[in-house]
């Protein structure tokens, strides 16, 4: 009796004053019991209360707090379809974590899933049974594709939907995929560790925790596996070290036989984390036990990585898996359009396959706007239609990108500082990323000459230009310099 008071007064004092009404719920929140669906109550007054009403009426209003594992700390959040997952996660996760957070500091990492009719009766179930019946399954209308999100083994992490057979081989990856086989042959004993970089949407989580399912698959669950992100693991980290619970954290991360690591580049510059990273690999390779790890770039190119892990990443194999070809993508955008069962006219994908060049997310993402086109609001997806949506989505980073943007993320991505970039320094480790920005101003932003060699130091126009022939010219020559530039674009994308 007493939470519906609380949550009736929550609910028309929200309409009030947002800001003041969710200190009040923190208060409650600690001193009473609530469970998960008033708990995300809570936390929905606090997003509301960041985001635009639109937005937060388009993307939150139908999410829920699946579970919520005490010791883990770890949280998992259900939207309606796999579009509104993918869009929550990739906009709001940093809000949503902030949020849990300012609720309960035991909250670690936040995952997302697919929750509607179709799968709550069968989540509930299995959460209750985990939890003693503390869980609170919505029902939505839209039957959507079965939840596998929910049957990650957490002492895995790994999820059962990335496998071998369903990953695409082409001549951008097929090194990558016949380096996992044989690991998957004999653990531990060839490429060991092993380093796989590239891009972002390149399937380079798919690959690796495809390995973690054919290695647990072929060897009976004998051989313990661990997927995390360098999210998790800092994440974990920082728990133990607040705790004093590091001995938590060697047993978890050492005491097994094969240890995967997705985008490791992101523990650079964290001391803490470093050391006992760099511990955790010498316990593990010194006992054989197999190493993957993924990352955006290769160990030399990231700047602020300790160089005692440096020479340990680089001691193994180091693969780089490159942006894929027409005939790569369209084979990736046909296996996903059947992956959500939907037909699409090939025509269609095959044009997408052509246009969208440079990140299979970017592509994937074209897909499911025309998905949505198709079976949400039930339209056809013409020819002028089609090219609205490419369209967007290859010129959304030039409306919002400003000139600092890219100095600030060309210096970031080359580890120096924008006034270096800006300066007369002729360093080599200086030059590079200075014809770079001078590049992406003119590739991206449209600027003329004269106005880019002003930003840049009051340079000349003549140096503008020789920057940006210079560069241009070598993209299609030197897959490195390729690699780098697709990757800062993939970061002003992020930043803005």
Same mark, same amino acid.
């Not at 974590?97 to 179930?125: C, F, H, K, W």
């Given at each position: 009796?007493?939470?519906?008071?609380?949550?009736?007064?929550?609910?028309?004092?929200?309409?009030?004053?947002?800001?003041?009404?969710?200190?009040?719920?923190?208060?409650?929140?600690?001193?009473?019991?609530?469970?998960?669906?008033?708990?995300?109550?809570?936390?929905?007054?606090?997003?509301?209360?960041?985001?635009?009403?639109?937005?937060?009426?388009?993307?939150?209003?139908?999410?829920?707090?699946?579970?919520?594992?005490?010791?883990?700390?770890?949280?998992?959040?259900?939207?309606?379809?796999?579009?509104?997952?993918?869009?929550?996660?990739?906009?709001?996760?940093?809000?949503?974590?902030?949020?849990?957070?300012?609720?309960?500091?035991?909250?670690?990492?936040?995952?997302?899933?697919?929750?509607?009719?179709?799968?709550?009766?069968?989540?509930?179930?299995?959460?209750?049974?985990?939890?003693?019946?503390?869980?609170?399954?919505?029902?939505?209308?839209?039957?959507?594709?079965?939840?596998?999100?929910?049957?990650?083994?957490?002492?895995?992490?790994?999820?059962?939907?990335?496998?071998?057979?369903?990953?695409?081989?082409?001549?951008?990856?097929?090194?990558?995929?016949?380096?996992?086989?044989?690991?998957?042959?004999?653990?531990?004993?060839?490429?060991?560790?092993?380093?796989?970089?590239?891009?972002?949407?390149?399937?380079?989580?798919?690959?690796?925790?495809?390995?973690?399912? +054919?290695?647990? $698959?072929?060897? %009976?669950?004998?051989?313990? !596996? @661990?997927? &995390?992100?360098?999210?998790? #693991? =800092?994440?974990?980290?920082?728990?133990?070290?607040?705790?004093?619970?590091? +001995?938590?954290? $060697?047993?978890? %991360?050492?005491?097994?036989? !094969? @240890?995967? &690591?997705?985008?490791?580049? #992101? =523990?650079?510059?964290?001391?803490?984390?470093?050391?006992?990273?760099?511990?955790?690999?010498?316990?593990?390779?010194?006992?054989?036990?197999?190493?993957?790890?993924?990352?955006?770039?290769?160990?030399?190119?990231?700047?602020?990585?300790?160089?005692?892990?440096?020479?340990?990443?680089?001691?193994?194999?180091?693969?780089?898996?490159?942006?894929?070809?027409?005939?790569?993508?369209?084979?990736?955008?046909?296996?996903?359009?059947?992956?959500?069962?939907?037909?699409?006219?090939?025509?269609?994908?095959?044009?997408?396959?052509?246009?969208?060049?440079?990140?299979?997310?970017?592509?994937?993402?074209?897909?499911?706007?025309?998905?949505?086109?198709?079976?949400?609001?039930?339209?056809?997806?013409?020819?002028?239609?089609?090219?609205?949506?490419?369209?967007?989505?290859?010129?959304?980073?030039?409306?919002?990108?400003?000139?600092?943007?890219?100095?600030?993320?060309?210096?970031?991505?080359?580890?120096?500082?924008?006034?270096?970039?800006?300066?007369?320094?002729?360093?080599?480790?200086?030059?590079?990323?200075?014809?770079?920005?001078?590049?992406?101003?003119?590739?991206?932003?449209?600027?003329?000459?004269?106005?880019?060699?002003?930003?840049?130091?009051?340079?000349?126009?003549?140096?503008?230009?020789?920057?940006?022939?210079?560069?241009?010219?070598?993209?299609?020559?030197?897959?490195?310099?390729?690699?780098?530039?697709?990757?800062?674009?993939?970061?002003?994308?992020?930043?803005?």
């Amino acid at each position: 009796m007493i939470k519906a008071h609380i949550s009736f007064f929550f609910n028309v004092a929200r309409q009030k004053n947002i800001v003041i009404i969710n200190a009040v719920r923190r208060v409650f929140v600690t001193y009473f019991f609530m469970n998960n669906d008033e708990i995300w109550e809570v936390v929905l007054g606090d997003i509301e209360a960041q985001i635009s009403r639109p937005n937060f009426l388009t993307w939150m209003k139908q999410s829920q707090l699946v579970s919520k594992d005490e010791k883990d700390g770890a949280v998992l959040v259900g939207l309606p379809n796999n579009f509104a997952k993918e869009w929550v996660k990739s906009r709001y996760h940093k809000i949503i974590l902030g949020s849990l957070r300012n609720l309960d500091g035991s909250i670690r990492s936040v995952d997302y899933a697919v929750v509607n009719a179709n799968t709550a009766e069968a989540v509930q179930r299995r959460i209750q049974r985990k939890q003693g019946g503390n869980a609170v399954v919505s029902q939505f209308l839209k039957p959507q594709e079965p939840l596998l999100e929910l049957h990650i083994d957490p002492k895995t992490n790994i999820n059962p939907r990335y496998t071998l057979d369903s990953f695409v081989v082409g001549s951008s990856n097929e090194l990558a995929y016949a380096a996992v086989q044989a690991i998957i042959e004999d653990v531990g004993k060839k490429y060991n560790p092993l380093f796989i970089y590239g891009g972002v949407g390149l399937g380079k989580t798919h690959l690796i925790q495809a390995a973690g399912n +054919e290695i647990l $698959k072929k060897y %009976y669950n004998k051989v313990r !596996v @661990l997927y &995390v992100t360098s999210e998790r #693991f =800092i994440n974990d980290v920082v728990w133990a070290l607040r705790n004093k619970r590091m +001995e938590d954290v $060697k047993t978890k %991360y050492r005491d097994i036989d !094969v @240890l995967i &690591v997705d985008d490791i580049q #992101f =523990i650079g510059g964290k001391p803490a984390t470093e050391q006992e990273f760099f511990y955790t690999f010498n316990t593990l390779y010194e006992h054989n036990k197999q190493i993957i790890m993924s990352s955006d770039r290769p160990p030399a190119a990231i700047p602020t990585l300790e160089e005692r892990l440096r020479s340990r990443f680089e001691g193994g194999m180091i693969i780089d898996v490159a942006y894929p070809d027409y005939e790569m993508r369209f084979a990736i955008l046909r296996a996903k359009a059947q992956e959500h069962g939907v037909s699409i006219d090939e025509d269609i994908l095959k044009e997408v396959a052509l246009r969208v060049k440079n990140n299979i997310r970017e592509a994937e993402g074209v897909l499911n706007k025309i998905i949505f086109c198709q079976q949400v609001k039930n339209e056809r997806v013409t020819t002028k239609k089609l090219e609205d949506i490419i369209h967007e989505a290859t010129t959304r980073v030039s409306k919002r990108v400003a000139t600092a943007d890219v100095v600030r993320v060309v210096a970031q991505f080359f580890g120096i500082s924008p006034q270096e970039l800006v300066s007369r320094s002729r360093k080599r480790e200086v030059v590079e990323p200075r014809q770079i920005c001078m590049y992406l101003m003119r590739e991206v932003l449209g600027f003329s000459y004269p106005h880019i060699g002003e930003k840049m130091g009051k340079r000349d126009h003549t140096t503008a230009i020789h920057a940006y022939e210079k560069v241009a010219k070598e993209i299609s020559q030197n897959s490195g310099l390729n690699q780098k530039i697709m990757l800062i674009r993939e970061g002003l994308e992020k930043s803005t």
